[in-house]
């Protein structure tokens, strides 16, 4: 196996890392392997990376480039599986747009990638993909589910319900709320109902319980038992169907909505 002229020291890294399936790593894991010094640890990682057999992706973490890419420099490995590594071993998933591409949602691929996280961070970009990291509690980590990127690296993401669920709450991240309406509609035949609505009563937020009721029916998703288990939570309010559309349209006692979005317009998104 050609090591790009690696010194024995790189090679025995290198091989290792292979074996321990273990492509993206930290300066933590040349330490261990090599049963070296942080300073020596960094030194060897800036070599490697000088030499086209690692790339950084971000101070501290790299990820081993494949021998047959050559002298290629800037490679990032999936962006799956970076988008876990850069939470550190933290609690975290897959959530929102990224999501409902996993998930078979949407129709055009992002380069964006939404992480929920417990701690608010800041965006980072690498090799031109964006990682956006959403922060939430601990109690809302719930709904989730690993999905297997390759036949070794698995991620967490959040189940299509939790998906929905997330995207009514903060449609900013799905590419508005018809763009989440039409991913919706393109599940609809497999989606569970009870848990939508399960889930949708656990958070306990009351936008998220009126904007699922609504397309729930203009959907028809679920029971009418079901989805009147959404209605017996509702108070007064009146919130927007659209949070990110100008406060008009008319009122929908139904579901206390403002529905500055019609049904007509949903529809016809959904459809297309």
């Not at 939430?136 to 297997?148: D, N």
């Not at 609505?197 to 904007?211: D, H, N, Q």
């Amino acid at each position: 196996m050609p090591f790009k002229t690696l010194g024995p020291q790189s090679a025995r890294l290198v091989t290792t890392l292979y074996e321990e399936n273990r492509p993206v790593f930290r300066i933590g894991d040349i330490q261990r392997i090599l049963d070296t010094k942080e300073v020596t640890a960094r030194d060897l990682a800036r070599k490697l990376v000088d030499r086209a057999v690692a790339s950084r992706l971000k101070p501290g973490l790299y990820i081993l480039v494949p021998f047959e890419l050559g002298k290629e420099r800037e490679y990032m490995g999936n962006p799956l599986v970076v988008a876990r590594e850069l939470n550190d071993g933290a609690d975290y998933y897959l959530s929102h747009g990224t999501a409902m591409e996993i998930h078979g949602m949407v129709t055009q691929p992002r380069l964006v990638f939404h992480v929920t996280t417990l701690t608010k961070r800041r965006p980072i970009t690498i090799m031109g993909a964006e990682f956006r990291f959403l922060a939430s509690r601990k109690e809302f980590f719930f709904g989730l589910a690993g999905h297997w990127v390759t036949k070794q690296e698995q991620v967490s993401i959040s189940d299509p319900e939790r998906t929905i669920i997330d995207g009514l709450r903060m449609p900013e991240y799905c590419g508005g709320l018809t763009e989440l309406a039409k991913g919706i509609w393109m599940k609809k035949e497999t989606l569970d109902g009870g848990k939508l609505v399960a889930y949708a009563l656990r958070m306990e937020i009351g936008s998220v319980i009126r904007r699922l009721g609504y397309l729930m029916e203009l959907f028809e998703i679920g029971t009418p038992k079901t989805r009147e288990q959404l209605r017996e939570h509702l108070t007064e309010t009146v919130v927007r169907m659209d949070p990110l559309l100008p406060v008009e349209g008319k009122f929908l006692h139904r579901w206390r909505l403002q529905l500055n979005v019609t049904a007509e317009e949903l529809l016809t998104a959904a459809k297309t």
